[in-house]
């Protein structure tokens, strides 16, 4: 009967509304979760070869950073309503401009990764007779990591936010149910599909960095040395 009430009462929290929605909850958070990881693979997909492009020098760097900066700034809604002729009202609709929307971010990290590998480092690898390719794959993009991963982060998080805009579709995940709420101001239900997209974008977070760490374990290896190494340096100067 309690549970009733706060659902009659329209309170922000109800142990009843989670009760009884679950399986809408469930549906929502899965659309969202893969439209989001789809949106960023193809988006690293596609941001891989323009940090490529642009790395080649200035000639390509101008064009390739300037247009997807400009792609990030279109509103969402003109964004949807440019792709609407080409894929009607579908995921991939959402998918297509939430991989534009990714590009800036991913093309700017990958492209700052790989301009800072050390010079040394590549005339050492070309030295041993290392091709373009095997340059590239087995030296640049490993020491690129931090930085790439550091972006990836970033654009999982906003694309996790961005996802629910999709609602103008009806392909949001979780911003459906938030659309759905507003007309009526439905509480319990606007409460909890916030809640669970800043716990997807958290958890998201939270994994790619586990991942980042696991890719990178000298990072860790060098912040250990390095905060050791400094007590023992500050004896050795006392003794």
């Known amino acids: 009967m309690a549970g009733q009430n706060c659902l009659v009462a329209n309170d922000w929290i109800c142990g009843e509304y989670l009760r009884s929605r679950s399986h809408e ?5 899965v659309q969202h979760i893969w439209i989001t990881a789809a949106s ?12 490529l492009l642009a790395r080649r020098g200035r000639h ?25 002729p080409l894929f009607g009202l579908s995921a991939a609709l959402v998918v297509t401009g939430l991989v534009l929307y990714s590009l800036t971010i991913l093309v700017r990290n990958i492209l ?3 301009e ?12 041993m007779g290392y091709g373009p390719v095997r340059l590239l794959w087995e030296v ?3 020491l690129a990591l931090p930085a790439l991963m550091a972006g990836l982060r970033i654009a999982t998080v906003s694309t996790v936010a961005l996802t629910t805009v999709g609602s103008l579709v ?30 997807l974008a958290v958890a998201a977070d939270l994994l790619l960095l586990g991942v980042q760490r696991l890719l990178t374990p000298w990072t860790r290896i060098r ?16 003794g």
């Open 40 to 51: 960023v693979l193809i988006g690293l997909a596609v941001a891989f070869p323009l940090a």
């Open 60 to 84: 390509f760097a101008g064009p390739v950073l300037g247009l997807t900066t400009v792609l990030y700034t279109v509103p969402s809604l003109a964004m949807f309503s440019l792709l609407l």
């Open 170 to 199: 009806g392909k949001g995940g979780l911003g459906n149910l938030i659309e759905d709420a507003l007309p009526s101001f439905f509480k319990a239900q606007v409460l909890t599909a916030s809640v669970l997209c800043v716990l």
């Open 140 to 142: 640049e993009l490993p």
């Open 223 to 238: 912040t250990s040395a390095g905060a050791s190494g400094v007590p023992g340096m500050a004896k050795t100067e006392a």
């Open 116 to 127: 800072a590998v050390p010079q040394e480092a590549r005339e050492a690898a070309t030295g």
């Open 112 to 114: 700052a990764g790989l």
């Open 25 to 29: 909850l469930t549906e929502a958070t």
